[in-house]
C-alpha cells in the first residue's frame, strides 16, 4: 500500500518544489511571516478602498470615522478571529492560557474576525450616533482584501490544505503527508477574494445598493456564505473536528455558514423596504 502512495505522489507537484516560504523576510534574528503581512496589507489595502467608496454622495461616516475604526477593526479581527478559533475549532488551548496569545503560530477563524469587525462596528456606530446597517455595507465591500491575501498566506504557510485528490494542480504538501490534496486555500482565495471583491464593486459602483440599507452586506454574506460552503467540500477538516463531519455530512465551517447565508437572504430581502432619504455624514449632497 505505502509503495502504491508513494508511486502515485511522484506525478504530483510537491509544495517545497513552488519555492515558496513562510517567510516574507528572515534575517535570521527576525522574521517577518506572510500571515502577519496579509493581515497588515488587508487593513490598509481596506481602508485606502473605503476612503474612496466614502468621497461618493451620502456617504454614512466622515474621513474622521473611517479613520478611527481602523484601530477598532483590527483589534476586532485579532481579538476576534482567535477567540472564535479557540471556541468554535480547539477548545483545548484553554487548557494552556498563555497559549491563547500565540497568534503567530496560527490559528485564526473567519467567522471570529467577523463577529469582533461586527462589535466594533456596533461600538461606533452607536457612540458616534450613526447608522449600523449602512456602515456595514461599506466595510462589507472592502472585505475581500483582506480575505484574499490572508488565504494566499495559508498557502504560503502550507496550512489548511484540501483533501486528497487526482486532479492535475494537485499538491504534496509537507504536513498533509505523502498524499496529493487540493489547494483549497487558492479556491478560497478566488472565490472569497475576487468572486468576492467584483460582486461587491459591481453593486457599488453600478447599482444603488448602497442606498438600500443592508443590501451589500447580505449580498457580501451571501457571496463568503456560499463560497466557503462550497470550498470546504474540498478542504480537509481540522483533525479535531472530523467526527463532526462523520456525524453530520458537513463540516464546522460549513456549520458557521448557515446563519450567515440566512441572515444574508434576510438583509437582501429586506432591503428594499428600508429604502429612505440618505442624508451624507459630510459633504452637502442628499440622496433621494
Request: proline share 4%.
Amino acid at each position: 500500500m505505502i509503495d502504491i502512495i508513494l508511486a502515485n505522489a511522484a506525478q504530483f507537484t510537491r509544495f517545497e518544489e513552488l519555492g515558496v516560504s513562510p517567510n516574507a523576510l528572515d534575517l535570521g534574528f527576525f522574521q517577518l511571516k506572510w500571515y502577519s503581512l496579509g493581515y497588515l496589507a488587508g487593513i490598509l489595502l481596506g481602508y485606502w478602498y473605503l476612503l474612496k467608496l466614502i468621497a461618493q454622495p451620502g456617504a454614512p461616516m466622515a474621513r474622521r470615522h473611517a479613520d478611527d475604526f481602523i484601530f477598532w477593526a483590527t483589534l476586532g479581527i485579532i481579538v476576534g478571529g482567535r477567540l472564535g478559533y479557540i471556541f468554535f475549532y480547539d477548545p483545548s488551548i484553554l487548557s494552556n492560557p498563555l497559549d491563547i496569545f500565540k497568534v503567530w503560530q496560527g490559528g485564526m477563524s473567519l467567522h471570529g474576525g467577523t463577529l469582533g469587525v461586527i462589535l466594533a462596528i456596533w461600538w461606533m456606530t452607536k457612540r458616534e450616533k450613526l447608522s449600523f446597517l449602512r456602515f456595514c455595507d461599506y466595510i462589507a465591500v472592502v472585505v475581500p482584501f483582506g480575505l484574499f491575501l490572508v488565504r494566499l498566506a495559508n498557502f504560503a504557510n502550507g496550512e489548511l490544505w484540501g483533501r486528497e485528490t487526482d486532479v492535475a494542480w494537485a499538491i504534496i504538501f509537507p504536513m498533509g503527508g505523502e498524499v496529493a490534496r487540493h489547494p483549497s486555500q487558492l479556491y478560497e482565495a478566488g472565490l472569497e477574494g475576487i468572486v468576492y471583491f467584483l460582486v461587491l464593486s459591481f453593486l457599488f459602483w453600478k447599482t444603488d445598493a448602497r442606498y438600500h440599507p443592508g443590501k451589500l452586506v447580505g449580498s457580501g454574506l451571501l457571496v463568503y456564505g456560499f463560497s466557503r460552503f462550497t470550498v470546504e467540500f474540498f478542504r480537509q477538516p481540522d483533525a479535531q473536528l472530523i467526527w463532526l463531519v462523520e456525524q453530520s455530512g458537513f463540516s464546522m465551517g460549513q456549520w458557521l455558514t448557515v446563519p450567515m447565508i440566512l441572515l444574508g437572504l434576510y438583509l437582501v430581502i429586506t432591503a428594499k423596504a428600508r429604502r429612505e432619504r440618505v442624508e451624507p455624514v459630510a459633504g452637502d449632497k442628499s440622496i433621494a
